[in-house]
């Protein structure tokens, strides 16, 4: 269980599945929603910190209580809506991260300009899919099965835990492929906060507290953070 | 028993993959303009009409060679006597209609008549064959009559034969063609005020004028006059004739004006349909495309990145009108069609091209309707399809989608890997946008012989800064993960890599190596 709440502004059919994985996922998830259809839907979809308000209006976001670990997800609809909500909850929270969906590149800049900490365009990554499928037919299929909920699969961030077997070990001197896994890259600590991929060709050391992105079969990844936590 | 050999020639002609594939490819070369290879049937035949031209034209005033002659006549009416008979022979099939009939007859027990199925085949080709264009096909033969020298001017209907090879004439008519009930009664007033004024002078000016000696003179001059031509051989030398002169000339100019509006209108009404025409018939000339339904946000994204590596082989179809002129306006080829239709995907080339079509409109119905159709065209067409939500793809796929893309499934696992990775949706974002830094890419052993044969420890790409994500295994049709470090590489594998693009395509550059065998 992810120890963090989250709030999520709006709900519709196109965010349904994101509310569903992350009331598994998360501490706590807040639904703020603008129309009375929306709140409906969210209530008979089981949801009970469902909240009615104008989200244009500060003083009610302000009592909506956001810590400052908490994440905050604008998925309106409307993307105006969404980019003053965004800049909205930025002046009211500036240290919570604000994650937010955007539809076009001007969106994107304007959801950047307005303070969004990640912003997905949902169409450029489909864009990138198609472009898969027509030429990248072995990439499409990796990256189906990744993103699969059947397919037992995936990516892992695991962190170096204290007197752990990687710490010290330099990078190219540790060999993944005996672990079935595949090392993506990392946040090396020592370095900086930034995610630096392994094909960037920087000689990097594993320290404890750095964390790693592996992929790989989901039984291999778990052996591996135990391999590595033990 | 001649019927019954004539019948049993029929079923072998019928049952004959030779005979079919031959009449097939004739019928191509002759009639299919989708036809990859007919325009270099078109070339040769243009080619043979100008040289003839050519000739009409130089022997005029020159003595020609033997040679030349026995080309003219000969080689080059030779030809045109085979393609005039090969087109009447493609228009319909006489073994078909004989074998239905003698079937029927077989089933209903009736006696087999050959004269039926004869009659009704003979009774279509004469049709075909009283058509102006094969009638223009036979006066373009008759030249090589050389008893009768009167003849040799019918070298010019092979002028005529150009209609059949070049569109653009072809056009030119058919634009005509929908204004014929305008330029008729152009026709028909022009017919009317000639002969009244022709009529007229001759009236007036018969017995005064020494260059009117009959109607023919003054039709003649009427006609020059009214099209503003005026050579000034015939004049009017009377005051009446001069007043006639004067109406014809206002009307004549008041005609001309007239016929340019009509066939100026015409065109500007067909321009853009004669643009897009265009458009298609370009993209049918290639071998693969691709035809791009839909000109909303994933399509302007798909071409902002993609664009350029397409280059011109792809199409977008769109119903609204300004999205139309927006796309056009932003450099990409589209035209303005409703996607949903069938004639609109029927117009290109599904017999002879590679179609992939991408169903991007921003409506889930229409998009599995287009899937529908396109299947329902060709099979051969592969369809990718916009779907969003997971019933919709479910119903996409059951339409026969190859594809389906969910951009609301792939923006909801980033957000929520945002939320609860945060570290990894670095990783996924580079993965899926296809950063620079971490692209994710295919080395198809087929186009990089130089690997086949080694192990993954012997191409170790790490030394290429690039990481091996798997192996496609063409043996076994799999994907191997993490492919072990003994793997030895197959002819038709593709090795997926993971790195900078600039790592990647160095990798594939010095292992380029195409095999022909």
């Known amino acids: ?230 | 028993m001649l019927i019954n050999l004539i019948t049993k020639f029929a079923f072998f002609l019928n049952g004959s993959k030779k005979y079919k594939q031959f009449k097939y490819i004739a019928s191509n070369f002759l009639k299919e303009s989708d036809y990859p290879y007919k325009k270099y049937f078109d070339i040769f035949m243009i080619l043979l009409i100008v040289i003839s031209i050519a000739i009409l034209v130089y022997e005029v005033k020159h003595p020609v060679a033997d040679w030349v002659d026995f080309f003219d006549i000969y080689i080059v009416t030779v030809i045109f006597t085979i393609e005039y008979l090969a087109r009447a022979w493609v228009h319909n099939d006489w073994h078909v209609m004989v074998v239905r009939e003698y079937t029927e007859c077989q089933f209903l027990k009736r006696n087999f008549l050959l004269w039926k199925p004869t009659k009704l085949v003979l009774k279509e080709k004469l049709t075909y064959l009283t058509t102006p264009t094969a009638i223009i096909d036979l006066l373009a033969i008759l030249p090589a009559y050389r008893p009768l020298r009167v003849l040799r001017i019918f070298v010019l209907f092979r002028v005529f034969k150009l209609l059949r090879y070049t569109k653009s004439i072809h056009q030119f008519l058919n634009v005509l063609a929908t204004k014929k009930f305008e330029l008729f009664t152009l026709l028909f007033l022009l017919v009317f005020i000639t002969v009244t004024a022709g009529i007229a002078i001759y009236v007036f000016e018969a017995k005064q004028n020494d260059n009117i000696d009959t109607l023919f003179d003054a039709l003649y001059w009427a006609l020059i006059t009214i099209s503003t031509v005026g050579y000034g051989d015939i004049s009017p030398v009377t005051i009446e004739g001069r007043v006639v002169s004067m109406l014809i000339i206002v009307t004549g100019i008041a005609m001309i004006s007239f016929v340019t509006s009509v066939i100026v209108s015409s065109f500007s009404e067909k321009l853009t349909e004669l643009k897009e025409n265009r458009i298609v018939e370009e993209m049918n000339k290639q071998d693969s495309f691709m035809i791009i339904c839909g000109y909303g946000q994933m399509t302007r994204m798909f071409l902002k990145h993609y664009a350029k590596e397409y280059d011109k082989s792809y199409i977008i179809i769109e119903k609204d009108k300004e999205q139309v002129e927006v796309a056009i306006k932003e450099g990409y080829s589209a035209i303005h069609e409703d996607p949903t239709r069938h004639d609109v995907i029927t117009k290109f080339n599904t017999d002879y091209s590679n179609i992939t079509l991408l169903a991007l409109t921003g409506s889930d119905v229409a998009n599995v309707y287009i899937t529908l159709n396109a299947k329902a065209i060709s099979k051969n067409i592969r369809v990718i399809t916009r779907a969003s939500s997971q019933s919709i793809a479910k119903k996409s796929r059951l339409a026969g989608a190859d594809s389906v893309v969910m951009p609301n499934l792939i923006a909801n696992r980033m957000l929520f890997t945002a939320i609860t990775q945060p570290v990894m949706y670095r990783a996924i974002y580079a993965v899926l946008t296809g950063e620079h830094l971490a692209q994710l890419d295919e080395v198809d052993l087929k186009y990089h012989q130089k690997l086949v044969g080694k192990t993954i420890r012997e191409i170790d790409v790490r030394q290429h800064k690039l990481l091996c994500i798997g192996v496609h295994a063409s043996c076994s049709n799999r994907f191997i993960f993490n492919a072990p470090l003994e793997y030895q590489l197959e002819k038709e594998d593709v090795l997926l890599l993971m790195g900078r693009q600039v790592s990647i395509n160095h990798f594939k550059e010095i292992n380029e190596e195409v095999s022909y065998v």
């Not at chain 1, 929306?38 to 500060?58: E, H, M, Q, R």
């Not at chain 1, 009592?63 to 105006?80: F, G, K, P, R």
């Not at chain 1, 899919?129 to 990248?136: D, G, Q, S, T, W």
Request: proline letters at 2%; hydrophobic letters at 40%.
């Open chain 1, 1 to 230: 269980m992810f120890k963090k709440s989250a709030f999520m502004f709006g709900y519709s059919p196109k965010t349904v599945e994101l509310a569903n994985e992350l009331s598994d996922e998360i501490l706590h998830l807040f639904i703020v929603v603008e129309s009375k259809d929306a709140y409906n839907k969210a209530i008979a979809d089981g949801y009970s910190s469902v909240t009615l308000l104008d989200v244009t209006d500060d003083t009610k976001l302000e009592s909506l209580n956001v810590a400052e670990e908490d994440y905050l997800i604008c998925v309106m609809d409307d993307h105006y809506l969404n980019v003053f909500l965004t800049l909205s909850l930025h002046a009211l929270y500036p240290k919570a991260t604000i994650v937010a969906l955007s539809d076009s590149p001007h969106t994107t800049q304007k959801l950047k300009m307005a303070g969004a900490t990640r912003i997905i365009d949902l169409y450029q990554v489909s864009a990138n899919r198609i472009h898969n499928i027509l030429n990248k037919p072995v990439t499409t299929q990796l990256i189906e099965r990744l993103f699969s909920a059947d397919e037992d699969f995936s990516f892992k961030e695991m962190v170096i835990p204290q007197k752990s077997k990687l710490d010290g070990v330099m990078v190219d001197n540790f060999d993944f492929s005996q672990h079935g896994v595949i090392l993506l890259g990392m946040i090396d600590n020592r370095l900086s906060n930034k995610f630096i991929f392994i094909t960037s060709g920087l000689e990097n050391r594993f320290d404890v507290g750095d964390t790693l992105v592996c992929i790989g079969y989901n039984k291999d990844l778990e052996k591996f953070k135990d391999y590595i936590s033990s």
